[in-house]
Structure formats: structure tokens, C-alpha cells
Nanobody, 121 residues
Framework: QVQLVESGGGLVQAGGSLRLSCVASGRTFSSYDVGWFRQAPGKDREFVAAITGSGSRTYYVDSVKGRFTISRDNAKNTVYLQMNSLKPEDTAVYYC??????????????WGRGTQVTVSS
């Protein structure tokens, strides 16, 4: 069982940056791959980025490549999402999820409650 808590969201102007954190409970966090997803109002929850348990492999949706960076510190049970050059279309609730590797929501059994990111134009 893994419990996840996201933080770091907020209101930022277009072109700005935010760093989201996802802190996990449990001593086996490094055995879980972690994904970040986001859900904008009226839209489905979509995959953003993922990282393997060791941190050796990452994957991004095309719309955030070159702007977002996912990383993790297993000693701190934390996964980060550094978001640069933010755009209004990045506005959403951002969720982290833990489980086997994948880009589908159904790949991940454990979810946080989300953190709101709002990008103003």
C-alpha cells in the first residue's frame, strides 16, 4: 500500500515555472514506477510524464517535452515534476500515481488527491 500527497501547485503567469512534489508513504517506494497525470475542467485525465522506480527511464507526452522534467529522490520518497515555460493550456489538477510502468490511468492503482495548477495568460 502506498499513499501519495501532491503539493506545489498554484497560480503562475504564462512563461513561468512551478515544481510539483509527490511524497509517498511506505518503505518500498523505490519499487514503484510513478506517473504524473492532469485533468482540466470538462476533460479526461491525461498522462503527462512517468519515471521508473530507479529513475533511470522517463517518458513524456509530446505536449510537455522540453518544458517539463520528472525526477525522483527515493531517499526522500519524493517524485518531482519541474514545469517550465508554462502555458494556459497546462491549467489542470495534477495527480501523481504509483504502480507498474504505463501511460494509461489503469496502469496505476495508487493515486494522490491532486494539486491545482493555474496558468494565466
Amino acid at each position: 500500500q502506498v499513499q501519495l500527497v501532491e503539493s506545489g501547485g498554484g497560480l503562475v503567469q504564462a512563461g513561468g515555472s512551478l515544481r510539483l512534489s509527490c511524497v509517498a508513504s511506505g518503505r518500498t517506494f523505490s519499487s514503484y514506477d510513478v506517473g504524473w497525470f492532469r485533468q482540466a475542467p470538462g476533460k479526461d485525465r491525461e498522462f503527462v510524464a512517468a519515471i521508473t522506480g530507479s529513475g533511470s527511464r522517463t517518458y513524456y507526452v509530446d505536449s510537455v517535452k522540453g518544458r517539463f522534467t520528472i525526477s525522483r529522490d527515493n531517499a526522500k520518497n519524493t517524485v518531482y515534476l519541474q514545469m517550465n515555460s508554462l502555458k494556459p493550456e497546462d491549467t489542470a489538477v495534477y495527480y501523481c500515481a504509483a504502480g507498474p510502468w504505463g501511460i494509461s490511468r489503469t496502469s496505476y492503482p495508487y493515486w494522490g488527491r491532486g494539486t491545482q495548477v493555474t496558468v494565466s495568460s
